[in-house]
């Protein structure tokens, strides 16, 4: 309502809200227009002097609790902002983890990181970028490899497989950097490795590599890879039926064994279907994958084995099948693993539940195994660059980062226990290359490879390492004079050694392939050597669980002693593994032969008629071997595809310059390709 006029009659009342009101005689003053500060003070101050005290209290208030009001929103707006843009980014993930967004193109690489001019220095351990939108979104090689019946170009029958590289659309900027590592004052340029595999090769026996899918002739199989698939097929006859969606096929009694209740053969074997070029067999597995497979149960999984056989072989169905099905299940798996890390160490525990996300050391210790705790990495850093969530490859990271900087090694050698509390090696003092370590040491130059060959402190690590396996490990046996890794205990050395230290000479050349000193080569090629050995003198042709060698030369003896609770075999893949690998490098048929030998005694003396290969208890006695009634994962997972590719003269079948495998033969792949 007006009231004006009447109320200024009336004289000005007394209000209890605050009426500034500016006459124009006031604001310009008797001098006219006057703007001066000294002007605008007084004016404001005579003003102030005209309110009565409780208008000056009032204005008082609410300048005070305006300036609060601003305080606080100031706060609350960047947090908002931050969680803004936090949201944007994940909704730039999500984005790229819908399936037919090429899923197949790894959406977040790590950012590159140039070695740095302290050589030796930790590279930044949580390289990922931000993503960075679809059409700037740089991409690695497509890294598929087509099975032989989607691509309708092949004439040739389904058996036949044959690897198809899409060309890398790499960063140019960053391949033009060279990547200089130094180790103990010897300069190492990682891109000019040794030879590359297919150049040690025969002419006669390479494979047609035509750049180019269209003018790409398919390899066609040999008698031996022939042979492997027929063994992968009876192995899989047993397993589909009798053990079917369940861990292992007891092909004895024909009925299975759970660890985990996860189908782990079945998902252990996907990547091996893929490669041997196995359709039917791969679909029906495909489709207990879609409709079976649940990680959403109330179970406890020891965190090491489940990530390099299921996290591991999901990510590398994935990466070969272009299938989103297996990144999705990969994913599921990988968040539910994460409880482990939540230790006061950070080191992770070794068992989770993966139904209800609590994690627990076993019963006994609060101590993990150190070759368990670092030989999760390859996997949790690679589902990082996938789905671009850092915190999977964080976590590993800072293992590796703690591990780097502990004392208790012994050059390079690392004890075999850890605590999750403390974060220190327990049980010091016992050195060796076998059970509860050997991983680490594989790891360390695979994560190497994997990253591009910038991460320094791994390769100090593994270059350490070896230096202390040369000299603390080393011994020849007697007569043969075998090269073999033994073990230290305080101080004392055994002539003990894992068959899982085959995994040796494997590494050791994939080393030297990577640029590392070709003396590598020369330890690799003496300890492949006595690996095989480990089969050749022992009455099956299979070697056992451990062998003790003989280092005095003893009438009547050979260099392998087997003691009676050593003698079982588990159809393990190290060996094979290490044949493949010296292969590829060296071209030599001997190490096909080997690997065919082996094959041989395989069906031999584990080869169940009713379908499957079980375990057995006594390498020693051919005419009963005692078969031990399970088939575990890593046949199919890890021995038959090393030995397909063994058996292999295509070198783009799985190209060891575009892929590394995890320590369960699942091949993933290498963020920067050579
Ligand atoms: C596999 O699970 C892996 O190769 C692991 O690194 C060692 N043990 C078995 C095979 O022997």
Redesign the pocket.
Known sequence: MYSGPAASAAGPPRRDFISVTLGPEEAVGAGGYNNSKAWRRRSCWRKWKQLSRLQRSVILFLFAFLAVCGVTSYTNMGEAWKSLTDKSLDDQRTKQEIPGLKLANPAVLPAPQKVDANHGDYPELSPQKPPKPPHVRRSPSNLQIKAPWRDTRLKTHHDTIRAVEEPVQADKEEKTEKYIISWRGAMIEPDQSTEPPSSKIKETEKPLSVEGEDQKEPVPLNERQRAVIEAFRHAWRGYRDFAWGHDELKPLSKSYSEWFGLGLTLIDALDTMWILGLKEEFEEARKWVANDLVFDKNVDVNLF?ST??ILGGLLSTYHLSGDSLFLEKAKDIGNRLMPAFKTPSKIPYSDVNIGRGTAHPPRWTSDSTV?EVT?IQLEFRELSRLTGDEKFQKAVDEVMKHVHTLSGKNDGLVPMFINTNSGQFTHLGVYTLGARA??YY?YLLKQWIQGGKKENELLEDYMRAIEGVKKHLLQKSEPKRLTFVGELAHGHFSAKMD??VC?LPGTLALGVHNGLPVDHMKLAEALIETCYQMYAQVETGLSPEIVHFNLHAQKGHKDVEIKPADRHN?L???TV?SLFYMYRFTGDKKYQDWGWEILQNFNKYTRVPTGGYTSINNVQNPSNPEPRDKM?S?FL??TLKYMFLLFSDDTDLINLDKYIFN???HPLPIWVPA
Do not use: K, M, V
């Open positions: 084995e390099i056989r070759a030989s050997d991983s594989e068959h899982l995994f588990l393990r893949p190290e593994e575990e890593f997972g890890e320590t369960e033969a």
